[in-house]
Every structure is written in C-alpha cells, then in structure tokens.
C-alpha cells in the first residue's frame, strides 16, 4: 500500500470505530508525538490500542472530518476536525510517518 492508502485506510477504520483495522495500518512500534517536545506520550502498538478503544472508540459520536490533506513522499499531513470528544470539534493536524509499509509516527499538532 502507498502511505497515501495506509492513511486512507487508517482514517476509514477511525470513523467506522473498527480497532482491528484501524491497528492494522500502525506498526509495533508506533509512536504518537505531540510536538514542540519531541518527546513520544505514546509508544508501542499495544498502548496506542489501549488509548483508541478507552478515550476514542468508545464514544458515542466520535468522526474525524478531513478539511485538508497534504502527500509529501512517505508523510501525509491531515487537517482533521475531531467530533464527539468535547462538546465542540477539535481541530488538529496530524502528521504520519510511514516506514516498511506501515504507519510508524504520528505527530498531532492543536492550535492551542
């Protein structure tokens, strides 16, 4: 799959809540990096997995809305607008990374 595809596939099993699938784009080691820091707050698949199905999946109203999407080589830069996880959409940008065919790093920037 193009890192286009994993990312496609990515944001579908998202919006659809489907855990397997939605693991099934990230590699083992992924990481979630929240920047200026650099610093991971997430790594490996089975702490990402855990963090999806108890802060994200299990919302009732959860979707991501794409506003803007950008393909640079082997990194994708979503605009997203996130619902059902506050009372209004959160807006972020996520940046993935994708080595040997799976997403590797995400990096997840908020205006605030």
């Known amino acids: 799959m ?3 595809d994993l990312v496609q596939g990515q ?9 397997e699938r ?7 080691d992924v990481r979630v990096v ?3 820091s650099g610093e991971a ?11 999806y199905r108890d802060q994200r999946f299990n919302k009732k109203g959860l979707r991501a809305e ?3 999407r950008i393909v640079m080589g082997n990194k994708i830069f979503d605009h997203e607008l996130i619902h059902g996880v506050a009372t209004e959409p ?5 940046v993935f990374e994708v080595e040997d065919g799976l997403i590797r790093t995400v990096m997840g920037f908020s205006p605030a």
């Open 2 to 4: 193009s890192p286009l």
């Open 11 to 19: 944001f579908d099993a998202y919006n659809a809540r489907d855990l």
């Open 41 to 51: 707050v997430i790594e490996g698949k089975e702490a990402f997995g855990a963090f």
């Open 22 to 28: 939605f693991l099934s784009f990230f590699s083992d």
């Open 90 to 94: 959160i807006e972020m940008v996520a």
């Open 34 to 36: 929240r920047p200026p």
């Open 66 to 68: 794409l506003v803007n």
